[in-house]
């Protein structure tokens, strides 16, 4: 079991840049594969991106590629996601989710078993 608690999420305007963070604790962090999703008022959720055990392995959805950039730190039991030339279109609540299966995996079903609470993410025009 991991639990996971995202932040970083806060309103910045179009063309800024964020980072969010999501903390993991146990001692098994680097054995699962992390990842975002995000959620905007009345949609629903969707998959952003993730990284593998490793970190050398990562998918992106098309809609934020070339833009955010996903990355991990075994020793710190953290993962990241840096969101770059932002656009009102990325305002949602973000969320940091964990599966022990493979990158691969996780990217075709897009169903992790653990999820955090979510950040809420506002760009303004």
């Known amino acids: 079991q991991v639990q996971l608690v995202e932040s970083g999420g806060r309103l910045v305007r179009a063309g800024g840049s964020l980072r969010l963070s999501c903390a993991a604790s146990?001692?098994?962090?680097?054995?699962?594969?992390m990842g975002w999703f995000r959620q905007a008022s009345g949609t629903e959720r969707e998959f952003v991106a993730c990284i593998s055990w490793s970190g050398g392995t990562t998918y992106y959805a098309d809609s934020v590629k070339g833009r955010f950039t996903i990355s991990r730190d075994n020793a710190k039991n953290t993962v990241y996601l840096q969101m770059n030339s932002l656009k009102p279109e990325d305002t949602a609540v973000y969320y940091c989710?964990?599966?022990?299966?493979?990158?691969?995996?996780?990217?075709?079903?897009?169903?992790?078993?653990?999820w955090g609470q979510g950040t809420q993410v506002t760009v303004s025009s």
């Open positions: 989710a964990a599966d022990s299966k493979a990158a691969s995996y996780y990217y075709t079903r897009r169903s992790p078993d653990y």
């Open positions: 146990g001692r098994t962090f680097s054995s699962y594969t």
